[in-house]
Protein backbone atom coordinates (compact mmCIF):
# COMPACT_ATOMS: atom_id res chain seq x y z
CA UNK A 1 0.00 0.00 0.00
CA UNK A 2 1.63 3.17 -1.13
CA UNK A 3 -0.61 5.00 2.23
CA UNK A 4 1.80 2.87 4.67
CA UNK A 5 5.21 2.71 3.15
CA UNK A 6 7.62 5.50 3.50
CA UNK A 7 8.41 7.76 0.65
CA UNK A 8 11.55 6.64 0.68
CA UNK A 9 10.73 3.18 -0.28
CA UNK A 10 8.43 4.78 -2.88
CA UNK A 11 11.15 6.79 -4.00
CA UNK A 12 13.11 3.66 -4.74
CA UNK A 13 10.60 1.09 -5.95
CA UNK A 14 8.85 1.89 -9.00
CA UNK A 15 5.00 2.86 -7.48
CA UNK A 16 3.64 1.83 -10.06
CA UNK A 17 5.24 -1.28 -10.55
CA UNK A 18 6.81 -1.67 -13.75
CA UNK A 19 9.28 -3.88 -13.18
CA UNK A 20 6.66 -6.91 -11.59
CA UNK A 21 4.53 -6.43 -14.25
CA UNK A 22 7.25 -7.41 -16.67
CA UNK A 23 8.62 -10.47 -14.39
CA UNK A 24 4.72 -11.17 -14.72
CA UNK A 25 4.78 -11.05 -18.77
CA UNK A 26 7.79 -12.94 -18.77
CA UNK A 27 6.19 -15.47 -16.79
CA UNK A 28 3.16 -16.19 -18.62
CA UNK A 29 3.14 -17.55 -21.90
CA UNK A 30 1.19 -15.72 -24.63
CA UNK A 31 -0.76 -17.59 -25.96
CA UNK A 32 -3.42 -16.98 -28.68
CA UNK A 33 -5.97 -16.03 -26.11
CA UNK A 34 -3.74 -13.54 -24.37
CA UNK A 35 -2.87 -12.23 -27.39
CA UNK A 36 -6.00 -11.47 -28.44
CA UNK A 37 -7.14 -9.50 -24.76
CA UNK A 38 -3.69 -7.96 -25.18
CA UNK A 39 -4.70 -6.23 -28.40
CA UNK A 40 -8.61 -5.61 -26.84
CA UNK A 41 -7.11 -3.69 -24.00
CA UNK A 42 -4.95 -1.58 -25.92
CA UNK A 43 -7.55 -0.16 -28.11
CA UNK A 44 -9.64 0.57 -24.66
CA UNK A 45 -6.49 2.07 -23.59
CA UNK A 46 -6.15 3.98 -26.92
CA UNK A 47 -9.79 5.66 -26.80
CA UNK A 48 -9.24 6.32 -23.16
CA UNK A 49 -6.40 8.34 -23.76
CA UNK A 50 -7.72 10.10 -27.01
CA UNK A 51 -10.96 11.44 -24.56
CA UNK A 52 -8.31 12.64 -21.54
CA UNK A 53 -5.65 14.18 -24.18
CA UNK A 54 -8.72 15.92 -26.41
CA UNK A 55 -9.36 19.09 -24.47
CA UNK A 56 -5.77 19.76 -24.15
CA UNK A 57 -5.09 19.17 -27.31
CA UNK A 58 -8.23 21.55 -28.47
CA UNK A 59 -6.76 23.80 -26.64
CA UNK A 60 -4.01 23.80 -28.79
CA UNK A 61 -6.34 24.07 -31.56
CA UNK A 62 -8.11 26.76 -30.77
CA UNK A 63 -5.28 28.74 -29.52
CA UNK A 64 -4.06 28.51 -32.90
CA UNK A 65 -6.58 29.04 -35.34
CA UNK A 66 -7.22 32.11 -36.93
CA UNK A 67 -10.51 33.96 -34.42
CA UNK A 68 -13.82 32.64 -34.61
CA UNK A 69 -12.92 29.76 -36.82
CA UNK A 70 -14.02 26.84 -34.42
CA UNK A 71 -17.06 28.47 -33.81
CA UNK A 72 -17.89 28.83 -37.56
CA UNK A 73 -20.55 25.97 -39.09
CA UNK A 74 -19.07 22.82 -39.49
CA UNK A 75 -16.76 20.47 -37.76
CA UNK A 76 -13.20 22.22 -37.38
CA UNK A 77 -11.04 19.55 -36.12
CA UNK A 78 -7.86 21.09 -36.67
CA UNK A 79 -6.99 25.00 -37.87
CA UNK A 80 -7.36 25.68 -41.60
CA UNK A 81 -4.13 27.84 -41.42
CA UNK A 82 -1.63 27.65 -38.33
CA UNK A 83 -1.60 31.77 -36.68
CA UNK A 84 -0.09 33.38 -34.05
CA UNK A 85 -2.31 36.34 -33.67
CA UNK A 86 -3.92 35.32 -30.84
CA UNK A 87 -0.55 35.30 -29.18
CA UNK A 88 0.59 38.36 -30.62
CA UNK A 89 -2.85 40.00 -29.73
CA UNK A 90 -2.68 38.69 -25.69
CA UNK A 91 0.96 39.99 -25.88
CA UNK A 92 0.07 43.75 -27.28
CA UNK A 93 -3.15 43.93 -25.57
CA UNK A 94 -1.86 42.23 -22.15
CA UNK A 95 0.61 42.89 -19.80
CA UNK A 96 0.91 38.67 -19.73
CA UNK A 97 4.80 38.79 -19.31
CA UNK A 98 4.03 40.85 -16.00
CA UNK A 99 1.17 37.63 -15.11
CA UNK A 100 4.34 35.29 -15.90
CA UNK A 101 6.58 36.71 -13.71
CA UNK A 102 4.24 37.48 -10.73
CA UNK A 103 3.21 33.85 -11.11
CA UNK A 104 7.06 32.78 -10.90
CA UNK A 105 7.86 35.21 -7.83
CA UNK A 106 4.71 34.05 -6.02
CA UNK A 107 5.06 30.47 -6.83
CA UNK A 108 8.81 30.77 -5.58
CA UNK A 109 8.66 32.68 -2.58
CA UNK A 110 5.22 30.30 -1.23
CA UNK A 111 7.34 27.19 -2.33
CA UNK A 112 10.73 28.42 -0.23
CA UNK A 113 9.14 29.24 2.42
CA UNK A 114 6.59 26.51 2.85
CA UNK A 115 9.43 23.80 1.92
CA UNK A 116 11.87 24.88 4.71
CA UNK A 117 9.21 25.46 7.26
CA UNK A 118 7.30 21.88 6.60
CA UNK A 119 10.94 20.18 6.56
CA UNK A 120 11.82 21.76 9.68
CA UNK A 121 8.43 20.73 11.65
CA UNK A 122 8.07 17.77 10.39
CA UNK A 123 11.76 16.77 11.36
CA UNK A 124 10.88 17.62 14.85
CA UNK A 125 7.62 15.93 14.92
CA UNK A 126 9.33 12.70 13.50
CA UNK A 127 12.23 12.67 15.58
CA UNK A 128 11.97 15.09 19.18
CA UNK A 129 9.69 14.75 21.99
CA UNK A 130 8.96 17.71 23.24
CA UNK A 131 6.09 19.54 25.60
CA UNK A 132 2.74 19.87 23.15
CA UNK A 133 3.79 17.70 20.56
CA UNK A 134 0.98 15.25 19.85
CA UNK A 135 -1.44 18.15 20.10
CA UNK A 136 0.31 20.77 17.86
CA UNK A 137 0.36 17.58 15.32
CA UNK A 138 -2.94 16.92 15.49
CA UNK A 139 -4.32 20.62 15.47
CA UNK A 140 -2.04 20.40 12.06
CA UNK A 141 -3.96 17.52 11.00
CA UNK A 142 -7.25 18.84 11.54
CA UNK A 143 -6.75 21.81 9.67
CA UNK A 144 -5.11 20.30 6.72
CA UNK A 145 -7.84 20.06 4.54
CA UNK A 146 -10.00 23.03 5.28
CA UNK A 147 -10.57 24.98 2.37
CA UNK A 148 -9.41 28.62 1.55
CA UNK A 149 -13.28 29.57 1.23
CA UNK A 150 -14.29 28.86 4.67
CA UNK A 151 -12.23 31.30 6.14
CA UNK A 152 -11.76 33.89 3.19
CA UNK A 153 -13.57 36.44 4.21
CA UNK A 154 -12.08 36.50 7.91
CA UNK A 155 -8.58 36.29 6.03
CA UNK A 156 -9.19 38.84 4.11
CA UNK A 157 -9.97 40.91 6.60
CA UNK A 158 -6.81 40.03 8.45
CA UNK A 159 -4.36 40.60 5.77
CA UNK A 160 -6.11 43.62 4.91
CA UNK A 161 -5.45 44.56 9.04
CA UNK A 162 -1.74 43.89 8.34
CA UNK A 163 -1.63 46.50 5.78
CA UNK A 164 -1.04 43.50 2.89
CA UNK A 165 -4.09 43.25 0.73
CA UNK A 166 -2.74 43.62 -2.66
CA UNK A 167 0.41 43.37 -2.43
CA UNK A 168 2.40 39.49 -2.94
CA UNK A 169 3.67 39.42 0.67
CA UNK A 170 -1.31 39.00 0.93
CA UNK A 171 -1.10 36.18 -1.39
CA UNK A 172 2.73 34.61 -0.41
CA UNK A 173 1.67 34.11 3.83
CA UNK A 174 -1.86 32.73 3.81
CA UNK A 175 -0.41 30.45 0.90
CA UNK A 176 2.62 29.53 2.74
CA UNK A 177 0.29 28.68 5.66
CA UNK A 178 -0.09 25.05 4.68
CA UNK A 179 0.36 22.02 6.47
CA UNK A 180 0.14 19.20 4.45
CA UNK A 181 4.44 18.97 3.69
CA UNK A 182 4.45 18.26 7.65
CA UNK A 183 2.82 15.04 6.90
CA UNK A 184 4.94 13.90 3.98
CA UNK A 185 8.14 15.30 5.50
CA UNK A 186 7.35 13.15 9.33
CA UNK A 187 6.66 9.79 7.50
CA UNK A 188 9.68 10.33 5.22
CA UNK A 189 11.92 10.79 8.26
CA UNK A 190 10.85 8.47 10.99
CA UNK A 191 12.10 6.41 7.87
CA UNK A 192 15.64 7.54 8.39
CA UNK A 193 17.78 4.76 10.22
CA UNK A 194 18.51 5.78 14.05
CA UNK A 195 22.12 4.57 13.59
CA UNK A 196 22.66 7.54 11.37
CA UNK A 197 21.58 10.19 13.45
CA UNK A 198 22.95 8.47 16.55
CA UNK A 199 26.22 8.23 15.09
CA UNK A 200 26.11 12.01 14.88
CA UNK A 201 25.55 12.80 18.04
CA UNK A 202 27.76 11.35 19.06
CA UNK A 203 30.39 12.73 17.13
CA UNK A 204 28.89 15.95 18.77
CA UNK A 205 26.66 17.60 16.31
CA UNK A 206 24.02 19.61 17.14
CA UNK A 207 20.36 18.77 16.36
CA UNK A 208 20.20 21.74 13.51
CA UNK A 209 23.88 21.10 12.06
CA UNK A 210 22.26 17.00 12.19
CA UNK A 211 19.62 18.27 10.39
CA UNK A 212 21.28 20.29 7.97
CA UNK A 213 24.35 17.96 7.09
CA UNK A 214 23.43 14.50 7.55
CA UNK A 215 19.58 14.37 7.36
CA UNK A 216 18.84 16.79 4.30
CA UNK A 217 21.39 15.20 2.21
CA UNK A 218 19.36 11.68 2.53
CA UNK A 219 16.19 13.48 1.86
CA UNK A 220 16.42 14.95 -1.99
CA UNK A 221 13.73 12.65 -3.18
CA UNK A 222 11.17 14.26 -0.59
CA UNK A 223 12.63 17.87 -0.83
CA UNK A 224 11.80 17.11 -4.71
CA UNK A 225 8.55 15.75 -3.97
CA UNK A 226 7.54 18.82 -1.99
CA UNK A 227 9.15 21.51 -3.90
CA UNK A 228 6.99 20.47 -6.93
CA UNK A 229 3.82 19.66 -5.43
CA UNK A 230 4.04 23.23 -3.67
CA UNK A 231 4.93 24.74 -6.48
CA UNK A 232 2.02 23.23 -8.46
CA UNK A 233 -0.52 23.90 -5.98
CA UNK A 234 0.64 27.97 -6.23
CA UNK A 235 0.68 28.50 -9.80
CA UNK A 236 -2.66 26.90 -10.27
CA UNK A 237 -4.43 28.30 -7.18
CA UNK A 238 -7.21 30.88 -7.95
CA UNK A 239 -9.42 31.52 -5.08
CA UNK A 240 -7.15 33.17 -2.76
CA UNK A 241 -5.50 35.08 -5.55
CA UNK A 242 -8.79 36.17 -6.87
CA UNK A 243 -9.64 37.57 -2.87
CA UNK A 244 -5.93 38.70 -2.22
CA UNK A 245 -5.15 41.06 -5.45
CA UNK A 246 -6.40 43.96 -6.78
CA UNK A 247 -4.04 45.84 -9.41
CA UNK A 248 -3.78 43.80 -12.20
CA UNK A 249 -0.06 43.90 -12.43
CA UNK A 250 0.00 42.05 -9.83
CA UNK A 251 -2.29 39.13 -11.44
CA UNK A 252 -0.96 35.70 -11.70
CA UNK A 253 -1.96 33.48 -14.83
CA UNK A 254 -4.95 31.81 -13.42
CA UNK A 255 -6.38 35.55 -12.41
CA UNK A 256 -5.47 36.83 -15.89
CA UNK A 257 -7.12 34.26 -17.37
CA UNK A 258 -10.18 35.19 -15.84
CA UNK A 259 -9.38 38.77 -16.36
CA UNK A 260 -9.05 38.28 -20.01
CA UNK A 261 -11.95 36.99 -20.54
CA UNK A 262 -13.73 39.66 -18.18
CA UNK A 263 -12.14 42.14 -20.55
CA UNK A 264 -12.79 40.60 -24.41
CA UNK A 265 -16.45 39.47 -25.73
CA UNK A 266 -15.38 37.07 -24.65
CA UNK A 267 -12.31 36.15 -27.47
CA UNK A 268 -11.83 32.52 -27.14
CA UNK A 269 -8.73 32.24 -29.22
CA UNK A 270 -7.07 34.56 -26.98
CA UNK A 271 -8.00 32.92 -23.84
CA UNK A 272 -7.02 29.63 -25.20
CA UNK A 273 -3.58 31.14 -26.06
CA UNK A 274 -3.16 32.52 -22.59
CA UNK A 275 -4.28 29.29 -21.46
CA UNK A 276 -1.77 27.26 -22.80
CA UNK A 277 1.27 29.85 -21.72
CA UNK A 278 0.29 28.88 -18.32
CA UNK A 279 -0.28 25.56 -18.30
CA UNK A 280 2.70 24.96 -20.60
CA UNK A 281 5.30 25.00 -17.24
CA UNK A 282 3.20 22.71 -15.57
CA UNK A 283 3.05 20.27 -18.25
CA UNK A 284 6.89 20.29 -18.75
CA UNK A 285 7.68 19.83 -15.34
CA UNK A 286 5.40 17.09 -15.03
CA UNK A 287 6.83 15.32 -17.93
CA UNK A 288 10.47 15.37 -16.64
CA UNK A 289 9.78 14.61 -12.99
CA UNK A 290 6.62 12.52 -13.14
CA UNK A 291 8.09 10.04 -11.03
CA UNK A 292 8.00 12.40 -8.18
CA UNK A 293 4.62 14.32 -9.06
CA UNK A 294 2.88 10.38 -9.35
CA UNK A 295 4.80 9.80 -5.52
CA UNK A 296 3.19 13.33 -4.24
CA UNK A 297 0.10 12.60 -5.29
CA UNK A 298 -0.05 9.12 -4.04
CA UNK A 299 1.69 10.11 -0.89
CA UNK A 300 -0.49 13.16 0.05
CA UNK A 301 -3.73 13.27 -1.49
CA UNK A 302 -4.00 16.56 -2.79
CA UNK A 303 -4.67 18.15 -5.59
CA UNK B 1 19.59 25.77 22.07
CA UNK B 2 20.91 22.65 19.59
CA UNK B 3 23.71 21.30 21.63
CA UNK B 4 22.32 18.90 23.60
CA UNK B 5 26.09 17.51 23.91
CA UNK B 6 26.64 13.21 23.52
CA UNK B 7 27.84 12.77 27.30
CA UNK B 8 24.64 14.53 28.75
CA UNK B 9 22.52 12.49 26.87
CA UNK B 10 24.33 9.27 27.69
CA UNK B 11 24.12 10.20 31.23
CA UNK B 12 20.26 10.84 31.33
CA UNK B 13 19.78 7.44 29.42
CA UNK B 14 21.87 4.89 31.17
CA UNK B 15 21.32 6.26 34.58
CA UNK B 16 18.09 6.50 35.67
CA UNK B 17 18.96 6.07 39.18
CA UNK B 18 20.87 9.18 39.31
CA UNK B 19 18.76 12.64 40.70
CA UNK B 20 16.98 13.78 37.67
CA UNK B 21 18.59 16.73 37.22
CA UNK B 22 20.31 16.41 33.97
CA UNK B 23 17.79 14.03 32.89
CA UNK B 24 15.24 17.15 33.29
CA UNK B 25 17.82 19.51 31.60
CA UNK B 26 18.90 17.32 28.83
CA UNK B 27 14.87 17.00 28.44
CA UNK B 28 13.96 20.67 28.44
CA UNK B 29 17.02 21.37 26.01
CA UNK B 30 15.02 18.62 23.64
CA UNK B 31 12.01 20.46 23.93
CA UNK B 32 13.07 23.85 22.99
CA UNK B 33 15.23 22.54 20.29
CA UNK B 34 11.59 20.50 19.14
CA UNK B 35 9.76 24.30 19.64
CA UNK B 36 12.59 26.07 17.64
CA UNK B 37 12.15 23.43 14.47
CA UNK B 38 8.59 23.45 14.73
CA UNK B 39 8.78 27.20 15.32
CA UNK B 40 8.54 29.06 11.91
CA UNK B 41 5.67 26.86 10.82
CA UNK B 42 3.55 27.08 14.04
CA UNK B 43 3.71 30.93 13.78
CA UNK B 44 2.65 31.17 10.21
CA UNK B 45 -0.35 28.42 11.11
CA UNK B 46 -1.54 30.36 13.47
CA UNK B 47 -1.56 33.65 11.95
CA UNK B 48 -2.76 33.03 9.04
CA UNK B 49 -4.78 29.80 9.54
CA UNK B 50 -5.83 28.91 13.39
CA UNK B 51 -6.58 32.67 13.84
CA UNK B 52 -8.75 33.43 10.83
CA UNK B 53 -10.79 30.28 12.23
CA UNK B 54 -11.38 31.88 15.15
CA UNK B 55 -11.87 35.25 13.37
CA UNK B 56 -14.54 33.81 10.83
CA UNK B 57 -16.64 32.50 13.85
CA UNK B 58 -16.69 35.63 15.55
CA UNK B 59 -17.52 37.66 12.16
CA UNK B 60 -20.22 34.83 11.51
CA UNK B 61 -22.10 36.37 14.92
CA UNK B 62 -22.04 40.11 13.05
CA UNK B 63 -23.70 41.65 10.80
CA UNK B 64 -21.83 43.45 8.64
CA UNK B 65 -23.92 44.83 5.88
CA UNK B 66 -23.01 48.45 4.31
CA UNK B 67 -20.52 50.15 5.72
CA UNK B 68 -19.98 51.23 9.83
CA UNK B 69 -19.20 49.28 12.80
CA UNK B 70 -20.02 45.81 13.02
CA UNK B 71 -23.03 44.56 15.02
CA UNK B 72 -23.49 42.11 17.10
CA UNK B 73 -26.25 40.03 16.42
CA UNK B 74 -25.98 36.56 18.15
CA UNK B 75 -27.09 33.49 16.02
CA UNK B 76 -29.04 35.69 13.01
CA UNK B 77 -26.65 34.84 10.68
CA UNK B 78 -27.14 30.94 11.47
CA UNK B 79 -30.83 31.30 11.57
CA UNK B 80 -31.28 33.22 8.13
CA UNK B 81 -29.13 29.83 6.69
CA UNK B 82 -32.02 27.72 7.52
CA UNK B 83 -35.04 29.56 6.02
CA UNK B 84 -32.81 30.82 2.94
CA UNK B 85 -33.60 28.99 0.01
CA UNK B 86 -30.36 29.38 -1.77
CA UNK B 87 -28.37 28.47 0.94
CA UNK B 88 -30.85 24.71 0.72
CA UNK B 89 -30.11 24.55 -3.24
CA UNK B 90 -26.51 24.81 -2.87
CA UNK B 91 -25.90 22.67 -0.05
CA UNK B 92 -28.54 20.34 -2.30
CA UNK B 93 -26.10 21.24 -5.06
CA UNK B 94 -23.14 19.81 -3.29
CA UNK B 95 -24.41 16.98 -2.20
CA UNK B 96 -25.36 15.85 -5.78
CA UNK B 97 -21.92 16.84 -7.41
CA UNK B 98 -20.70 14.60 -4.94
CA UNK B 99 -22.89 11.78 -4.44
CA UNK B 100 -22.38 11.61 -8.48
CA UNK B 101 -18.95 12.22 -9.94
CA UNK B 102 -17.52 10.22 -6.40
CA UNK B 103 -18.64 7.19 -7.67
CA UNK B 104 -17.55 7.72 -11.23
CA UNK B 105 -14.00 9.02 -10.10
CA UNK B 106 -13.75 5.84 -8.14
CA UNK B 107 -15.52 3.58 -10.74
CA UNK B 108 -13.34 4.96 -13.44
CA UNK B 109 -10.18 5.18 -11.33
CA UNK B 110 -10.44 1.43 -10.31
CA UNK B 111 -11.12 0.36 -13.75
CA UNK B 112 -8.48 2.11 -15.59
CA UNK B 113 -5.93 1.06 -12.64
CA UNK B 114 -6.83 -2.77 -13.48
CA UNK B 115 -6.33 -2.30 -17.29
CA UNK B 116 -3.26 0.05 -16.82
CA UNK B 117 -1.70 -2.68 -14.42
CA UNK B 118 -1.70 -5.90 -16.81
CA UNK B 119 0.41 -6.72 -19.74
CA UNK B 120 0.10 -3.72 -22.25
CA UNK B 121 2.29 -1.89 -24.72
CA UNK B 122 3.10 1.42 -23.78
CA UNK B 123 1.89 1.55 -20.63
CA UNK B 124 3.69 4.37 -19.28
CA UNK B 125 2.58 6.53 -21.72
CA UNK B 126 -1.12 5.57 -21.26
CA UNK B 127 -0.71 6.68 -17.68
CA UNK B 128 0.94 9.58 -18.37
CA UNK B 129 -1.70 10.75 -20.10
CA UNK B 130 -4.78 10.21 -17.78
CA UNK B 131 -2.10 11.56 -14.93
CA UNK B 132 -1.82 14.63 -17.30
CA UNK B 133 -4.91 16.84 -16.01
CA UNK B 134 -3.93 16.68 -12.55
CA UNK B 135 -1.38 19.36 -13.12
CA UNK B 136 -3.72 21.58 -15.72
CA UNK B 137 -5.14 24.23 -13.20
CA UNK B 138 -9.04 24.54 -12.09
CA UNK B 139 -9.26 27.57 -14.15
CA UNK B 140 -7.58 26.62 -17.61
CA UNK B 141 -9.76 23.39 -17.87
CA UNK B 142 -12.95 25.00 -16.73
CA UNK B 143 -12.11 27.59 -19.76
CA UNK B 144 -11.48 24.69 -22.36
CA UNK B 145 -14.44 22.59 -20.93
CA UNK B 146 -16.60 26.40 -21.79
CA UNK B 147 -15.63 26.24 -25.26
CA UNK B 148 -15.92 22.70 -26.06
CA UNK B 149 -19.53 22.82 -24.43
CA UNK B 150 -20.29 25.83 -26.04
CA UNK B 151 -24.24 25.86 -26.57
CA UNK B 152 -24.37 27.82 -30.12
CA UNK B 153 -21.65 26.18 -32.02
CA UNK B 154 -19.57 24.59 -29.54
CA UNK B 155 -17.69 20.89 -30.64
CA UNK B 156 -19.66 19.00 -27.76
CA UNK B 157 -22.71 20.49 -29.80
CA UNK B 158 -21.93 19.85 -33.19
CA UNK B 159 -20.74 16.69 -32.86
CA UNK B 160 -24.12 15.26 -31.39
CA UNK B 161 -26.04 17.18 -34.03
CA UNK B 162 -23.41 15.27 -37.07
CA UNK B 163 -24.54 12.01 -35.43
CA UNK B 164 -28.01 13.15 -35.47
CA UNK B 165 -28.72 14.22 -31.70
CA UNK B 166 -29.52 16.80 -30.31
CA UNK B 167 -28.13 19.90 -29.59
CA UNK B 168 -28.08 19.83 -25.53
CA UNK B 169 -28.21 23.59 -23.70
CA UNK B 170 -25.16 23.47 -21.48
CA UNK B 171 -25.66 26.88 -20.25
CA UNK B 172 -28.91 28.00 -20.17
CA UNK B 173 -31.19 24.60 -19.19
CA UNK B 174 -30.24 23.54 -14.97
CA UNK B 175 -29.19 19.59 -15.33
CA UNK B 176 -27.05 20.04 -18.55
CA UNK B 177 -25.23 22.82 -16.73
CA UNK B 178 -24.31 20.52 -13.86
CA UNK B 179 -23.59 17.93 -15.93
CA UNK B 180 -21.17 19.62 -17.89
CA UNK B 181 -19.00 20.63 -14.54
CA UNK B 182 -19.75 17.20 -13.59
CA UNK B 183 -17.93 16.21 -16.51
CA UNK B 184 -15.10 18.24 -16.36
CA UNK B 185 -14.32 17.34 -12.48
CA UNK B 186 -14.20 13.63 -13.22
CA UNK B 187 -11.79 14.37 -16.03
CA UNK B 188 -9.33 16.47 -13.66
CA UNK B 189 -9.94 14.09 -11.16
CA UNK B 190 -9.66 10.42 -12.72
CA UNK B 191 -6.01 10.60 -12.37
CA UNK B 192 -5.64 10.92 -9.18
CA UNK B 193 -7.82 8.01 -8.11
CA UNK B 194 -5.93 5.75 -10.63
CA UNK B 195 -2.58 6.10 -8.86
CA UNK B 196 -3.95 5.20 -5.74
CA UNK B 197 -5.98 2.22 -6.63
CA UNK B 198 -2.83 1.28 -8.90
CA UNK B 199 -0.33 1.66 -5.92
CA UNK B 200 -3.35 -0.79 -4.32
CA UNK B 201 -2.76 -3.08 -7.16
CA UNK B 202 0.60 -3.37 -6.57
CA UNK B 203 0.14 -4.82 -3.20
CA UNK B 204 -1.92 -8.03 -4.20
CA UNK B 205 0.10 -11.08 -4.40
CA UNK B 206 0.15 -12.43 -8.14
CA UNK B 207 -0.06 -16.07 -6.96
CA UNK B 208 -4.07 -14.89 -5.45
CA UNK B 209 -4.81 -14.74 -8.93
CA UNK B 210 -2.67 -17.99 -10.02
CA UNK B 211 -4.72 -19.75 -7.52
CA UNK B 212 -7.89 -17.96 -8.50
CA UNK B 213 -7.26 -19.40 -12.01
CA UNK B 214 -6.52 -23.20 -10.85
CA UNK B 215 -9.91 -22.92 -9.17
CA UNK B 216 -11.18 -21.83 -12.47
CA UNK B 217 -12.47 -18.63 -11.70
CA UNK B 218 -12.97 -16.21 -14.57
CA UNK B 219 -11.52 -12.49 -15.29
CA UNK B 220 -15.09 -10.94 -13.93
CA UNK B 221 -15.17 -13.25 -10.83
CA UNK B 222 -11.18 -12.79 -9.88
CA UNK B 223 -12.19 -9.17 -10.00
CA UNK B 224 -14.98 -9.46 -7.86
CA UNK B 225 -13.63 -11.56 -5.80
CA UNK B 226 -9.70 -10.86 -5.16
CA UNK B 227 -9.04 -7.13 -6.55
CA UNK B 228 -12.32 -5.36 -5.17
CA UNK B 229 -12.14 -6.34 -1.60
CA UNK B 230 -7.99 -6.47 -1.08
CA UNK B 231 -7.91 -2.42 -2.76
CA UNK B 232 -10.45 -2.04 0.32
CA UNK B 233 -8.08 0.56 2.30
CA UNK B 234 -7.10 2.48 -1.08
CA UNK B 235 -11.18 2.49 -1.89
CA UNK B 236 -11.63 4.08 1.49
CA UNK B 237 -8.98 6.77 1.64
CA UNK B 238 -10.32 7.76 -1.83
CA UNK B 239 -13.86 7.64 -0.84
CA UNK B 240 -13.03 10.75 2.05
CA UNK B 241 -10.99 12.01 0.17
CA UNK B 242 -12.89 12.86 -3.34
CA UNK B 243 -15.71 13.63 -0.91
CA UNK B 244 -13.87 16.15 0.93
CA UNK B 245 -12.44 17.76 -3.16
CA UNK B 246 -15.82 17.60 -4.50
CA UNK B 247 -17.37 19.67 -1.59
CA UNK B 248 -14.99 21.80 -2.15
CA UNK B 249 -15.22 22.31 -5.98
CA UNK B 250 -14.61 25.90 -6.78
CA UNK B 251 -12.36 27.13 -9.80
CA UNK B 252 -14.34 25.23 -12.10
CA UNK B 253 -18.04 26.29 -11.29
CA UNK B 254 -16.75 29.94 -11.06
CA UNK B 255 -15.17 29.58 -14.61
CA UNK B 256 -17.61 27.85 -16.45
CA UNK B 257 -21.16 28.12 -14.47
CA UNK B 258 -20.17 30.80 -11.72
CA UNK B 259 -23.02 29.32 -10.44
CA UNK B 260 -25.95 29.56 -12.70
CA UNK B 261 -28.38 29.58 -14.27
CA UNK B 262 -30.38 30.71 -11.72
CA UNK B 263 -28.44 28.99 -9.00
CA UNK B 264 -28.89 25.78 -10.51
CA UNK B 265 -24.80 24.84 -10.15
CA UNK B 266 -24.67 27.13 -7.18
CA UNK B 267 -22.72 25.13 -4.50
CA UNK B 268 -21.95 25.90 -1.36
CA UNK B 269 -18.30 27.35 -1.93
CA UNK B 270 -19.52 29.84 -4.45
CA UNK B 271 -22.14 30.35 -2.12
CA UNK B 272 -20.06 31.55 0.26
CA UNK B 273 -18.31 33.68 -2.26
CA UNK B 274 -20.59 35.13 -3.31
CA UNK B 275 -22.05 36.27 -0.37
CA UNK B 276 -18.64 37.55 0.73
CA UNK B 277 -17.38 39.17 -2.04
CA UNK B 278 -19.62 39.57 -4.70
CA UNK B 279 -23.26 40.86 -1.93
CA UNK B 280 -20.12 41.86 0.86
CA UNK B 281 -22.49 40.03 3.44
CA UNK B 282 -19.03 39.66 5.37
CA UNK B 283 -20.87 38.25 8.39
CA UNK B 284 -23.51 35.43 6.46
CA UNK B 285 -20.37 34.72 3.88
CA UNK B 286 -18.55 33.85 7.11
CA UNK B 287 -21.60 31.81 8.66
CA UNK B 288 -21.65 29.83 5.14
CA UNK B 289 -17.97 29.07 5.82
CA UNK B 290 -18.30 27.97 9.02
CA UNK B 291 -20.50 25.28 7.76
CA UNK B 292 -18.17 24.71 5.15
CA UNK B 293 -15.51 23.90 8.21
CA UNK B 294 -17.43 21.65 9.87
CA UNK B 295 -18.19 19.19 7.34
CA UNK B 296 -14.55 19.26 6.63
CA UNK B 297 -13.78 18.54 9.98
CA UNK B 298 -16.02 16.23 10.07
CA UNK B 299 -14.82 13.68 6.97
CA UNK B 300 -11.21 14.79 8.47
CA UNK B 301 -12.19 13.20 11.63
CA UNK B 302 -13.56 9.80 10.24
CA UNK B 303 -10.46 9.69 7.82
CA UNK B 304 -8.10 10.14 10.99
CA UNK B 305 -10.30 7.59 13.19
CA UNK B 306 -10.16 5.03 10.12
CA UNK B 307 -6.51 5.52 9.08
CA UNK B 308 -4.75 6.45 12.53
CA UNK B 309 -1.83 4.20 11.74
CA UNK B 310 -0.87 5.91 9.05
CA UNK B 311 -0.61 9.56 10.13
CA UNK B 312 -0.27 9.40 14.13
CA UNK B 313 2.26 8.85 16.68
CA UNK B 314 4.52 5.98 16.16
Excluded at chain 1, 38 to 54: P, S
Excluded at chain 1, 76 to 90: A, M, R
Excluded at chain 1, 150 to 169: K, N
Excluded at chain 2, 187 to 210: C, D, H, K, T
Amino acid sequence: MAQTTTLLEIADADILGERKARRIHRRRSSSQGERKGIVARTVIAIVVCLIMVFPLYWMLVVAFSPRGEVFEAGLHLWPSTLTLENFDKIFRRFDVATWFGNSLVIGTFVTVITVVVNLLAGYAFARMRFFGRNAIFLLALATMMIPVQAIMVAQFQLVSTLGIYGTYWGVIFPTAAAAFGIFLARQFFIGIPDEIIEAARIDGAGQLRIFIQVVLPLSKPLIAVLILLTLMGTWNDFAWPLIALKDNELYTLPIGLLYLKNQTSPDYNSIMALALISVLPMVILFLVFQRYFVQGFARSGIK
Amino acid sequence: MTTVTAPERADARQAPARPGAARRVARLRESLTGWGFIGPNLILLALFLFLPILWAVQLSFQDTQGFGDPEWVGFDNYARLVTDPVFWQSLGNTIVFTLVTVPIDMALGLGLAVLLNSVLPARGVWRTIIVLPMVISGVASGMIAVILFYESNGLINKLLEAVGLQAIAWQSEPAPAMISVMIAAVWLRVGFNMIIYLAGLQGISPELYEAGRIDGANRWQQFRSITVPLVGPSTFFLLIMNVIASFQVFDLIFVMTGGGPGNATSVLVTYAYRNGFQIREQGYGAAIGIVILLITLAFTFIQWKTNRTRDMVE
